[in-house]
């Protein structure tokens, strides 16, 4: 059993919530739903969504932080997570339940904390200028090319 489980509050959209991330992971399936909440596992992790109502909605002060291992993976998460949502910059986006995610390359620690710190400052400057995050151009930005 999960000790901590992220307990999501959607007004009337939990069960489409559910719907919508399972069908985007891998590894990834509902347990349970009824008409207030569902839950639901992606990549091993338990997730809760409750029908709250609309005292309260998702900030960005709060967000899901997918790590990727290749542009092809950015591309997609970026493309299907942002889905009737919206872009933002330095590879966060709002889905479109108003839920915050970040799609970051595993290799982005890697060129913001180098060793090289003026790369890194270029790296931080390319990245600041980015919506979506390229890999090549961070890792091109990181090298001084």
Known sequence: MQKIVPFLWYNGQAQEAATFYTSIFKDAKIISSNPQSAVFELQGREFYAFNGGPMFEFTPAISMFVNCDTQEEVDYYWEKL?????????????DKFGLSWQV?????????????????????????AMSKLNIAALQAAYDGK
């Open 82 to 94: 942002s889905e009737g949502g919206e872009h933002s910059r330095c590879g966060w986006l709002k």
């Open 104 to 128: 970051v390359p595993a290799m982005l620690s890697s060129v913001l904390g180098g060793s090289d710190a003026a790369g890194s400052k270029r790296a931080m400057q390319a990245m600041l």
